[in-house]
C-alpha cells in the first residue's frame, strides 16, 4: 500500500511503505473504497496516518478537532487512539464524502467518540464554547483558509498541544515562485505566516504532501 508522497523517490516511498506499520483490515477496506473515488487522491497515505495514530497515543488528547474529515479515514485512525471518554470533532462541509466513512468507524467500535459536524469548518470553531480546550488539530481542508484556522484554533491550543497541517509542501510546487495557482500561493501565505507567528514552533515533515506540526512556544 503506497504512501502519498509526490516529491520522495518512489524506491524509497515504496521502502518507507513497506517499513511502516500497515493498515487492520478495517482501514484497507476504507482505504481501497475511497481510492475508487474519482477524488480519491485527497486521501492521506498510510505513513501519515500511522504517524498520526502514534501522536494521538503519545499525547493522549482529551479533544481533537479535525478540519476536513473527507471519507473519514485520518478520523478513524485518530479516533481508535483515543482513550473511550475523549472526543473528536470532525467538520466537513460534504454529507457525501463523510457517509463514506461512517460504517467504518461503525464497525472499528469508534463511532461514539466521533462528532461529526456539517458546514463550514469556520463557523463550527467560532460556536465552540470561549474556555474549549483542544489537545489536538489536524487541518487538512480548502488551502485558502488555512490561515484563518490556524489562528481560530491557536487560542484554544492546550500548551502541551499540537496542530497538524496537511499538503503544506503541496508537491513541491510552494518552492516554485513561479507557480502563482490559487492554492499554491495560499499554502505559501501559510506556511510564511506560521514560521514567522511567535506564539509557535513550527516544523515541515517530509510526510505524505508535507506535514507541519505545530506547537505552542513556552510562556506564551
Known amino acids: 500500500m503506497a504512501s502519498v508522497s509526490n516529491f520522495m523517490d518512489e524506491t524509497i516511498a515504496a521502502y518507507l511503505s513497506s517499513h511502516t506499520t500497515q493498515p487492520d483490515e478495517i482501514e484497507q477496506r476504507l482505504i481501497r473504497e475511497t481510492q475508487t473515488m474519482a477524488d480519491g487522491i485527497m486521501q492521506i497515505g498510510h505513513a501519515q496516518a500511522q504517524f ?38 470532525t467538520c466537513d462541509v460534504s454529507t457525501e464524502w463523510t457517509s463514506v466513512g461512517r460504517p467504518y468507524w461503525e464497525e472499528a467500535g469508534v463511532a461514539d467518540r466521533i462528532d461529526l459536524r456539517i458546514g463550514p469548518a469556520s463557523e463550527t470553531l467560532a460556536a465552540f464554547n470561549s474556555d474549549t480546550v483542544v489537545d489536538l488539530a489536524f487541518v487538512d481542508a480548502d488551502k485558502t483558509g488555512y490561515v484563518d484556522y490556524f489562528e481560530q484554533l491557536v487560542p484554544m491550543l492546550n500548551q502541551r498541544g499540537v496542530i497538524l497541517v496537511d499538503n503544506v509542501l503541496w508537491s513541491g510546487r510552494v518552492a ?10 495560499a499554502l505559501r501565505k501559510f506556511n510564511s505566516h506560521v514560521v514567522a507567528d511567535h506564539r509557535v514552533q513550527v516544523a515541515i515533515l517530509p510526510i505524505g504532501d508535507g506535514l507541519s506540526m505545530i506547537s505552542l512556544r513556552s510562556g506564551s
Open 176 to 185: 516554485d515562485n513561479e507557480n502563482q495557482q490559487e492554492d499554491t500561493v
Open 52 to 89: 498520526m495514530t502514534m501522536l494521538t497515543a503519545l499525547l493522549k488528547p482529551k479533544l481533537i478537532v479535525e478540519i476536513g474529515t473527507f471519507t473519514g479515514y485520518s478520523t478513524l485512525v485518530m479516533a481508535k487512539a483515543l482513550a473511550e471518554d475523549a472526543k473528536l470533532i
